[in-house]
């Protein structure tokens, strides 16, 4: 009978590093800035007064700081006003280390619009699901700021990625709507891109005018409840969308290409 061999266990190492002081003082303000209890634009006490909460010196009061301006969770001026202020988290940070990643993978923006394909449609399904009535006033109102812009190109693509924004932020899915931000932060650029080359032309008022219609059509799908009908109505008009932007030289574009 073959004889049993105990399982070995592979070692990292014989110690475990415990954190820096300054790792520390950066998580605990990290968790203040995510909880809510500093807002956008709040000062941070002063460095006298924090370095005698944590019990630490100036330089490792310092270090936290740099940490935490790497996340973009906080600013520092100098001078005698100056100081750290606290930025809450948004997906523009994240947009671009996505852009990096996507970049470093090989990703065109073709990748990004598909992945709006994926994402966009069901978060529409949900609102149409879980509507309310101050959901329905809030997109109508959207639907007729862009009504009153349809013979403005630019301010109209305003309005109209607005509404985007508008249906993902009410399908009240917070994952998707973060997931949703980042690539919003890349089909944004994208559409103003296309905007700059290409407002007022023949193109440009009937692709802006055929999206316009889709935009109210979807309204009325979200009001009688209709998942998926309001999901395939987004889905084609996201399709057209994407045929329109990328049928010119961005269709080569990479990510980074853009948020350059």
Same mark, same amino acid.
């Given at each position: 009978?073959?004889?049993?061999?105990?399982?070995?266990?592979?070692?990292?190492?014989?110690?475990?590093?415990?954190?820096?002081?300054?790792?520390?003082?950066?998580?605990?303000?990290?968790?203040?800035?995510?909880?809510?209890?500093?807002?956008?634009?709040?000062?941070?006490?002063?460095?006298?007064?924090?370095?005698?909460?944590?019990?630490?010196?100036?330089?490792?009061?310092?270090?936290?700081?740099? @940490?935490?301006?790497?996340?973009?969770?906080?600013?520092?001026?100098?001078?005698?006003?100056?100081?750290?202020?606290?930025? &809450?988290?948004?997906?523009?940070?994240?947009?671009?280390?996505?852009?990096?990643?996507?970049?470093?993978?090989?990703?065109?923006?073709?990748?990004?619009?598909?992945?709006?394909? @994926?994402?966009?449609?069901?978060?529409?399904?949900?609102?149409?699901?879980?509507? &309310?009535?101050?959901?329905?006033?809030?997109?109508?109102?959207?639907a007729a700021r862009a009504s009153a812009a349809i013979n403005d190109p630019v301010k109209l693509i305003?309005?109209?990625?607005?509404?985007?924004?508008?249906?993902?932020?009410?399908?009240?899915?917070?994952?998707?709507?973060?997931?949703?931000?980042?690539?919003?932060?890349?089909?944004?650029?994208?559409?103003?891109?296309?905007?700059?080359?290409?407002?007022?032309?023949?193109?440009?008022?009937?692709?802006?005018?055929?999206?316009?219609?889709a935009h109210h059509r979807v309204i009325d799908l979200i009001e009688a409840k209709d998942d998926r009908?309001?999901?395939?109505?987004?889905?084609?008009?996201?399709?057209?969308?994407?045929?329109?932007?990328?049928?010119?030289?961005?269709?080569?574009? &990479?990510?980074?290409?853009?948020?350059?």
């Amino acid at each position: 009978m073959a004889e049993k061999v105990a399982p070995t266990v592979a070692l990292i190492g014989d110690v475990i590093r415990p954190p820096k002081a300054a790792e520390m003082i950066a998580a605990s303000l990290r968790r203040q800035i995510v909880r809510g209890d500093l807002v956008e634009g709040d000062p941070l006490p002063p460095e006298g007064t924090l370095m005698q909460q944590f019990s630490v010196s100036r330089p490792t009061l310092r270090e936290a700081f740099r @940490v935490l301006e790497a996340e973009s969770l906080i600013t520092i001026s100098r001078g005698a006003r100056g100081g750290a202020r606290v930025h &809450t988290p948004n997906g523009d940070g994240a947009a671009r280390y996505a852009g990096l990643v996507l970049e470093y993978q090989g990703a065109t923006l073709r990748d990004v619009f598909d992945a709006r394909l @994926v994402i966009e449609p069901g978060c529409v399904a949900l609102l149409a699901l879980s509507r &309310t009535n101050e959901d329905l006033a809030l997109l109508r109102e959207a639907a007729a700021r862009a009504s009153a812009a349809i013979n403005d190109p630019v301010k109209l693509i305003r309005e109209q990625t607005e509404f985007h924004a508008l249906l993902i932020e009410l399908c009240g899915n917070q994952t998707l709507r973060l997931l949703s931000d980042m690539l919003r932060h890349i089909v944004d650029r994208a559409n103003w891109r296309t905007v700059d080359v290409d407002a007022g032309s023949t193109d440009n008022v009937r692709a802006n005018r055929k999206g316009h219609r889709a935009h109210h059509r979807v309204i009325d799908l979200i009001e009688a409840k209709d998942d998926r009908g309001a999901a395939e109505l987004w889905r084609k008009h996201l399709k057209e969308a994407e045929a329109y932007i990328l049928r010119g030289p961005l269709s080569e574009q &990479t990510v980074l290409d853009l948020l350059e």
